[in-house]
């Protein structure tokens, strides 16, 4: 515990980071579209491929939903490490909570490696934390013979091959919404009101500052009744080792301290969705709305999930601390990935099932999403064509510019604070640096899984290969 404890120095070194990594790209980009562009503002419209080129640069403004909600929970919130050293603080004074922990870990099973390490870094995390806790292993496959001597806390569960529920869930949902109905039938499990359960993927692996962040959740009374999501850092096993990849989900990391964070804590409710890891929820939340969510559902069965519980009134809550996870190893599974959770969210955005205030948040996020990419490709088309682009939105276009890569610095910056992975200073400096500037490269990539999913939709849930 007490490496978590950082003096004053170290505080003060880490806000210098933060605040740069938000603070340098956005002055940066600004700059970089004033010097470019700025020259083209005499160019009058003299066609109509000129005029659909205008009108095209329009679309930045599609970006500034997203962009502006990063920003105002990257600044207001400021960061992260300061109310995480506070949770330690007072986890190292007081202790666990008087509750049950249930980590749950889902998985079909191919990734038996990484679930491997990922049960056996967590029981030793949580047997050395003292944490009340059991560990429950959910998968479509057998995995109990590659885990090596599992303690007496963890338990697996293998859904039988011909479980079916209600409503037809598929995938990851099913196995969800299997062990649910198994905690429904444990004995073990009958005092509800002080048992949560907490859905990790098959490579999560807690950390110290989490399993404090989660207990101070859990003792604070106005969060009996919510559901909790925190920030996941992607710096896990092989971090660093293909760098285009590296740099484009660093924004995730970012994303998860932005709008992420300014959804949980200013509206509590799931404005965005809600990831599908490090989801924490009461049993009896989790036991009265299971995840047998159909077919459309299954596709991104977190945010369904979210959306079902926040129409029924449950509030949502930021946790402090993180976890660690992998990014894809290819750029085809990222593609697939993205893919998945555009698909999923397009269909849940128009799914009648849910009430359209609940999902309108959802909706207009997810339709800004596929024509985002549009305003950044055609200022790339500008920069080697000229065109018409008044400096009002020039100045605009780099100013939402520079917030979007704010979140990839943010993001990087706190993936390379404490990652697990042993790296040189050039190494670290390329991957911190180079968020800063392959930004436009990282827009194409995320651009093309949009295409994709509009394209062909996602008819399966492909599992990214993570041993």
Known sequence: MPSLLVSQRQFWESNFIYYTSIVVPVSFNL????????????????????????????????????????????????????????????????????????????????????????????????QKMNVHHRID?????PVAEFISGPDSAVRFHLVPEGYVTLNQAKWKARALHYVVEQHQQDDDLFDTDHT???????????????????????????????IGQGEIKYNAHQYGSHLLITWADSIRSGDDLGRFRFQY????????????????????????????????????????????????????GWVNGYIREQSPYTILALLKQRRRWFSGLLMLSFDRTIAFKTRLPLLLNTVLWSVAWIGPSVTLITLFFG????????????????????????????????????????????IYLGSLVSVQVVNVI??????????????????????
């Not at 008044?390 to 605009?396: K, R, T």
């Not at 995320?446 to 041993?467: H, M, Q, R, W």
């Open 31 to 126: 700059l970089v579209f004033y010097f470019l562009f700025y020259e083209v503002e005499g160019n009058q419209i003299n066609s109509s491929a000129e005029l659909a080129l205008f009108i095209a640069k329009l679309f930045w403004l599609t970006g500034a939903v997203v962009a502006v909600s990063n920003i105002i929970g990257l600044v207001v919130f400021g960061n992260p490490r300061h109310n995480n050293n506070q949770a330690v603080e007072s986890f190292v004074s007081s202790g666990w909570p008087k509750a049950r922990l249930i980590v749950v870990y889902v998985s079909r099973g191919d990734n038996a490696q990484a679930l491997a390490r990922s049960i056996a870094s967590t029981e030793i995390l949580l």
């Open 387 to 430: 065109g018409y682009f008044p400096v009002l939105l020039l100045l605009f276009a780099g100013l939402l510019q520079g917030f979007y890569t704010a979140t990839y610095m943010v993001g990087a910056a706190r993936n390379l604070a404490d990652s697990d992975v042993t790296m040189s200073f050039s190494r670290q400096a390329v």
């Open 265 to 316: 804590s200013l509206f509590r409710r799931p404005l965005f969705g809600m990831h599908g890891s490090f989801i924490l929820a009461p049993l009896r939340i989790e036991q009265q709305f299971g995840f047998d969510l159909g077919g459309k559902g299954s596709v991104t069965e977190d945010a369904y999930f979210a959306l079902k519980c926040a129409e029924q009134g449950v509030k949502f």
């Open 137 to 141: 292993v959910v998968t479509d496959m």
């Open 196 to 226: 949560w359960v907490l859905h990790l993927d098959e490579e999560s692996q807690m950390t110290e500052s989490v399993v404090a962040g989660i207990g101070e959740f859990i003792s604070n009374p106005e969060n009996q009744n919510k």
């Open 446 to 467: 995320e651009g093309c899984a949009v295409l994709y999913a509009l394209i062909s939709p996602v008819k399966t849930f492909d599992v990214v290969n993570k041993n």
